[in-house]
């Protein structure tokens, strides 16, 4: 379900995408500083998005220096030097969402050989999401029990596009407002709300053909036979989400990266969404 | 279609075995709102039927139902969509009426359930065309739902007569002035 919201580089100003790829490179120096090198490998551009609105509602901003990355020394990027507890926030919930998703994956797995591979990197997420918790044990408690929740919408394979969309979203809503001190609290939980559920919908569509083939639980696949009106009604509900979400965040007009955020939700969505349709049709 | 035939009874069932059948077809078809719908309007026929016939009866019927829909509006307009929410579910399925539907759309859009909210939304409006606010509501989630977020482009707002810059005010005057000489007056002497 990794790294769907992604930035769309060519309607981004110089400017704005080195803000972005700063903020990308500050979370994966605190994954390595915070979880060690290997935990890096684990970065993707949707926690970015979650250390990003974060940083951008946050009271005080987040300055930026600029420094060298160690995977690539010959290429500069830009470090934030404050907003550390929203960066160690995102990079804890990164390692305890990886657990869930490798518990997940062996959970759902079919074939015994991958299933063993998820067995031999559990133990070491398993440790991670336990240095994590002693930090951040709230997050550990949201994730889990939406994940049960999850669990539960799946048994019950549900048609309701809503229904399933739920957990996700809730997840995404409740890991933007934790600890978060903003007066504009309703509207960032609805913002996190529409992320959440838009990151579902576009994985479930991503998932489609995967799922029908191994005949796992996906509410598209439940809801229609044909392919082709599949495919429509699917991108309508997420570009319908996408809308909202625009609207929301006219609403919650940040502090600061504002043209970031606008233009993930404008091209960034839109752009993702014609990849997995292309995809889709292949 | 005979309306006791949707619920599976025989003409003349008693009041209680209508609402158990009921019951138990909306349990079974829960998930289809077509099947829904159809078992909701033969169950308020039955009802109605059963109240006399005349019309007397379910406009009153309305006025209570509308009567506390104010409330919900207050409730969603105050922001405390989950008290809303419930009052509407607390409503029998019999006086739910297009108002009914568009307030439930409208605590699911704030709730983010976006898909269950445009159903509502159309039903609404398809039990009212007539109504404005029904209309827009469900226009507003059509529209989203094909073109997704747009923000205006900030160089076509201020398209228009508005746009009226130092040189177009020249040009104007030049383009009276050429106008008064042809016809034999003069608006700017000097040329």
Redesign the interface.
Known sequence: MFGYVKAYKPELKCKDFDVYQGVYCSLCRRLGRDYGLLARLTLNYDFALLALARLSAAEECCGFEASRCSFNPTKKCLNCTGGAEHLAFAAAAAMIMCYYKVLDNIADERSWFKRLLFYLIKPYFSLKRKQAMKKFSQIDEVIAEVMRQQTQTERSR?????AAA?PS?LAMSRLLTLEMKTEKS?TLE?FG??VG?WVYLIDALDDCEKDRVSGSYNVFNLKFEKEEEKKEYAA??I?????????CFEALQPKRFGAIL?NI??FG??NTLQKVLKEESK | MNPYEVLGLAPGASDAQVRAAYKEKARLFA?DPAQMREIDRAYDEIVMNQMGGGYSQPQSDYAQGSVSLGEVRAKINA?RVDEADSLLEAMPVTLRSAEWYYLKGTV??RK?????A?ENFDRAAQMEPGNGEYRRARDT?RQ????????EDPNKKNDGCLNCSACDMCSGLLCADCCCECMGGDLIPCC
């Open positions: 549900t048609a309701s596009i809503d739920h979203a309703e609805r709300y529409l559920r309508g509900a570009r319908l989400t996408a809308a909202e979400l625009g609207e606008e939700i404008q969505m839109e | 998930d922001g699911q859009h983010g359930w976006l898909e269950d445009a989630i989203n739902r094909s073109a997704g977020y747009r923000t």
